[in-house]
């Protein structure tokens, strides 16, 4: 489920999905950069992969995710989110 | 250390709120401003600090004017929700000051519900900073 329906990054989002397993084999707990269908590399930091990814593609969307097994949901127990 | 101080009429009714600015990332103006890329100017916003946030969250409006773009994505849960949400994740600067900002912070894009904020400070924020709030003298003081 989205806030908005349409998320961004959903092509990015497929494909990590796809190649997560294989991910997990050769780089478990690294950060992957994924743009459209192509998995740029991947990083041992988050802000390795941000400062490549704006590098490589300015001010665009990419996907910068952490190659764990099954993602945690953020807990935000505020009633401030219209959600 | 920088210290931000803050007395209200009324804090229970108010909730430790602050102006602040905020703007594109650190990483994305290093990037971008040696090929002479333009951004948007850091967006004044009026926040709120928020113990029950994980990060920090812009409502849809601030990310549209501010014109960046998601470097990922976040799953959260909420009270109202029963399954996980996903949201947009971005990449900014949070200004508290013209001399103190925290760089480089992954905020959430997620509307507000009908309180008069356009940003949460979650703990993302509080975890490199200690808040008093001092409900008996109608103040809070962040210190970083």
């Known amino acids: 489920m989205t ?32 743009k459209g269908r192509d998995l740029v590399d991947t990083f041992g930091s988050e802000a390795e992969a941000i400062r490549e990814g704006y590098r490589r593609f300015g001010n665009e969307p990419f996907l910068v995710k952490h190659i764990v097994e099954a993602d945690v949901p953020l807990n935000f127990t505020s009633f401030n989110l219209g959600m | 250390m920088p210290t931000f101080t803050s007395t209200v009429s009324d804090l229970l009714a108010a909730g430790p709120g602050l102006q602040i600015s905020v703007g594109p990332s650190r990483e994305l103006i290093n990037a971008l401003a040696p090929l002479g ?37 976040a799953s959260i849960v909420t009270p109202s929700t029963t399954a996980a949400l996903t949201c947009n994740r971005y990449h900014i600067n949070v200004y508290f000051s013209e001399d103190f900002v925290v760089e480089n912070v992954f905020a959430i894009e997620a509307p507000m519900g009908g309180v008069p904020y356009q940003c949460l400070i979650g703990r993302d924020i509080l975890r490199l900073a200690t808040f008093t709030y001092a409900g008996l003298q109608n103040q809070f003081t962040l210190e970083f």
Request: charged share 20%.
């Open chain 1, 3 to 34: 806030i908005s329906g349409t998320i961004t990054l959903q092509t990015e989002l497929d494909q990590f999905e796809r190649l997560r397993l294989s991910l997990l084999d050769r780089a478990s707990g690294r950060f992957a950069l994924v």
């Open chain 2, 37 to 73: 890329a333009r951004f948007a100017s850091p967006q004044l916003v009026a926040a709120v600090i928020d113990t029950g946030a994980h990060s920090t969250v812009l409502n849809p409006d601030v990310v549209s004017r501010l014109g960046i773009k998601p470097v990922g994505v």
